[in-house]
Every structure is written in structure tokens, then in C-alpha cells.
């Protein structure tokens, strides 16, 4: 951030002493204006890759609270990502009204395609979806807003804080990509961070499954199915027997062997055209998820072993087969904090403060914490409210949401 700019936002947060002077005991966020943004935040399009429109509504609403327009800043992330998005990481420096460890929180701005066309409704103390065919988008839209309330209340009521960053990611449900290609050099070198992403106000999930993204391509041999299915090799028929192999050896689904535990999907098959042709080609992607690497490359290996036995099994009347290629590609490692890392301690006594109970926790799925605390940025994950996300039960719980935008202040406010 340029001198210029640090001394406009340090302008806005110089109402600080007059806004500690009259406030006794933590900072308590405006919770009605927290839940207006959220409640706007959702029903906004901004699946992975299409993110614009969801971070110009962050980038106005910012501005319109006082933060100057050159302290906003996007980075290059979707230029690496799988898919070359519309929009990069949205990211906020405010420098410091006090000493103290930069602190950093995140949330992910992108929601699965299930969730366009929401519309938002209030029922008593939850949020769901009028449209009974689209989820929510509180994954991730509830983590958002609890940032974008968080730095509107540091800067429209000038409260003290020391240097603090917030990070907008992008594509985070196709693969992390945001976390994964975030620019550091624009974060101002945080020691402290925070992510909001699914659960309770009071989860607090330390650690997290590793990941590999399979890409299987099965190429047989086309023929008639009619008047010649003998002269053909079917990749159906090896994908068929496969996965057959995989569900028996106890390799697909949950996998529990002795020397560790796991899960593996057959996730998406693409190919043939017709009926009457033996189809020669199959597209298929699969994952393969452990907390232990040596044990999840084990689960790909098995994967690939079955896929090879079954393209040599199935043969044509010239005793002709068909083959395999098999691509692998980590797509996040997995990790544990150390039970004393700042940033957990420091969360759990946010949540202690507002009369909750923290619990630790440990996921079976990927969080932008993967990607960061691989980059040497350890963070801990916090929930803010949302129930059965991808799903079109999705809801928010008002209550954890409210609780998780008290959190957020505190932590960001280091108060």
C-alpha cells in the first residue's frame, strides 16, 4: 500500500479515541446491517470463475464506508486457475491505529452452480431459498459478509485495531484456487489469520483432508453393436469392470484398510454417442481423499491398478484391448495446527468471549486453510451459520451468523 493511501485509511480510523472513550467492554457489530448484506450478498451469481459481480457489490460497499479505492486491490489468481475466472482475489490493507501482529481474515466469495437463482427468505431464525430447485449460497456468501460487515465497522465507526487484511477468495469450490494462487506480497505479511467457511460459530477446524484429482481416460475399440459387438472393445465395459473391482476391494467410497482410512469417487463419466456403437472412448474424474499422503497415494495407486486389469480383461475376437491413461494431480495436502498455534488460541478466546464454547475440529473436506497454511500462512477456520451446504436444504442459521459477525470483530479488532 502506498504512504498516500495508508494515510487516507489511517484518516478514517483516526476516530478511534473517540470511539474507544465512549465504548466500554468489546465492540459489538451492527448486527441488522450485518444480515441486510448477507441477505443481499446471496441471491448474487458468482459461481467459480464468475466471481466479478459478487466483488464489485464487496468493492462499492467498502467504498461507500469510507475505504479509499486504491487501499482495494484484485490479484492475478484467475489467470493460474483451471478455469481463467473474470475475477482475481479481492484483498483490503488497513494499517494499524496500534502495534501489534498484522492480522488476516478470509472467506471465499465463490458458491457452487446450484446456488444461481437463489431467493433468499427469512423464517424465524433462518435463512433458506424460496426457490425450492437452487441452494443458498451462505457457502460461502455468510463468510463474506461476516468480513465485509467486520471492515465496515472498523472503518465507518473508526474503532482502534491493529494492521488487519481481508481476502475475498475466489474458486474456492472448484479446487482452492484462489488460496492456492493468492498473490502474498499484497497481504502486508499477516501472523494471524482467520477463515470463515462452514459450521457452527463455535467450530473452530484445525486441520483438514489432502486431496488428489483423478482424470481417467479409457480408450477401447468401435465396432457395430449389432451386426459385429464381438470385433469391438467396450470402454464401458472396462470402466464397468473397474469400478466394480474398486466397490468390492472395499477401495471406492469409504476406504478402511488396517494401514490407514480414506474416501475415493467415481465422480463424473462422459462418453459414447449411440446405441448401436461399441463405444471406444470414455472421459472419467474421479478424487481421492487422506488425512495420511503415503495412504492416499495408496488409494490412487489401487484406482489405477483396477483400471489396468480390467482394460487387459476385455478383449475383442482378435484378442484385441483396450487402454488406459491416468492422470493425478494433487489438488490439496493435508494438515494439523499444533495445538498452541496463535491463531487457534486467539479464536478461541474470541468465542469464549461471546459466551461460547469452542470445539476443535478436523475435516474430511478442503478449505482455503489447506492451500495457506502450505504457503506458510497458518489459519484456522472458523463457521458462521450455514446448514447443509450444496444441497437445496441449504440453509443459514441467523443466530451462529450473528455470532460469527461478533467473532469476526473481535478478532479483527484484537479486542
Not at 458468482?46 to 479509499?68: C, H, M, N, Q, Y
Not at 489467470?79 to 502495534?99: D, S
Not at 472395499?250 to 469417487?265: A, F, I, Q, Y
Amino acid at each position: 500500500m502506498s504512504k498516500a493511501v495508508s494515510a487516507k485509511v489511517s484518516s478514517v480510523s483516526g476516530k478511534a479515541k473517540a470511539s474507544a472513550a465512549s465504548t466500554e467492554g468489546a465492540f459489538e457489530p451492527d448486527l441488522k446491517r450485518a444480515l441486510d448484506l448477507v441477505m443481499k450478498m446471496m441471491p448474487i451469481a458468482g459461481k467459480s470463475g464468475e466471481e466479478r459481480e459478487i466483488a464489485r457489490f464487496v468493492t462499492d460497499t467498502l467504498r461507500k464506508a469510507g475505504v479509499p479505492a486504491k487501499a482495494i486491490v484484485s490479484d492475478n489468481a484467475q489467470e493460474k486457475a483451471v478455469i481463467r475466472g473474470n475475477q482475481g482475489n479481492l484483498i483490503l490493507q488497513l494499517p494499524g491505529t496500534f502495534r501489534g501482529p498484522r492480522r488476516m481474515l478470509t472467506a471465499h466469495l465463490d458458491t457452487v452452480p446450484l446456488c444461481v437463482g437463489c431467493r433468499p427468505k427469512r423464517t424465524g431464525d433462518m435463512v433458506r431459498s424460496s426457490d425450492p430447485k437452487t441452494a443458498l449460497g451462505a457457502d460461502n456468501r455468510a463468510g463474506a459478509a461476516v468480513l465485509l460487515n467486520t471492515a465496515v465497522e472498523i472503518v465507518s465507526r473508526g474503532l482502534p485495531h491493529p494492521p488487519v487484511t481481508f481476502c475475498w477468495f475466489i474458486q474456492e469450490e472448484v479446487g482452492l484456487y484462489g488460496a492456492r494462487f493468492l498473490q502474498k506480497n499484497l497481504l502486508g505479511n499477516p501472523k494471524l489469520v482467520f477463515n470463515w467457511d462452514g459450521g457452527s460459530a463455535s467450530k473452530l477446524t484445525v486441520g483438514a483432508t489432502g486431496a488428489y484429482r483423478l482424470r481417467i481416460q479409457v480408450s477401447g475399440l468401435a465396432s457395430h453393436a449389432g451386426v459385429a459387438p464381438h470385433k469391438g472393445v467396450s470402454a464401458i465395459a472396462i470402466a464397468g469392470l473397474a469400478i466394480a473391482d474398486l466397490q468390492r476391494n472395499g477401495w471406492h467410497g469409504r476406504v478402511v484398510k488396517p494401514e490407514g482410512e480414506g474416501t475415493s469417487n467415481i465422480g463424473v463419466i462422459q462418453g459414447g454417442e449411440a446405441t448401436n456403437v461399441v463405444t471406444d472412448q470414455l472421459a472419467i474424474r474421479a478424487e481421492a481423499r487422506s488425512h495420511n499422503p503415503e495412504f492416499r497415494k495408496r488409494i490412487v495407486d489401487e484406482i489405477e491398478a483396477a483400471f489396468q486389469r480390467a482394460a487387459a480383461e476385455v478383449r475383442s475376437v482378435e484378442d484385441r484391448a483396450g487402454s488406459i491413461e491416468f492422470e493425478r494431480r494433487m489438488d490439496y495436502e493435508s494438515f494439523k495446527l499444533p495445538e498452541d498455534e496463535p491463531c487457534v488460541l486467539a479464536a478461541e478466546a474470541a468465542v469464549q468471549a461471546v459466551g461460547l464454547t469452542p470445539e476443535r475440529a478436523i475435516s474430511s473436506g478442503g478449505l482455503d486453510a489447506n492451500w495457506m497454511t502450505e504457503r506458510g500462512l497458518p489459519a484456522v477456520t472458523l463457521g458462521c451459520g450455514q446448514v447443509a451446504p450444496h444441497t437445496v436444504a441449504e440453509a443459514l442459521d441467523i443466530r451462529e451468523f450473528e455470532n460469527a459477525c461478533r467473532i469476526g470483530l473481535r478478532l479483527a479488532t484484537g479486542h
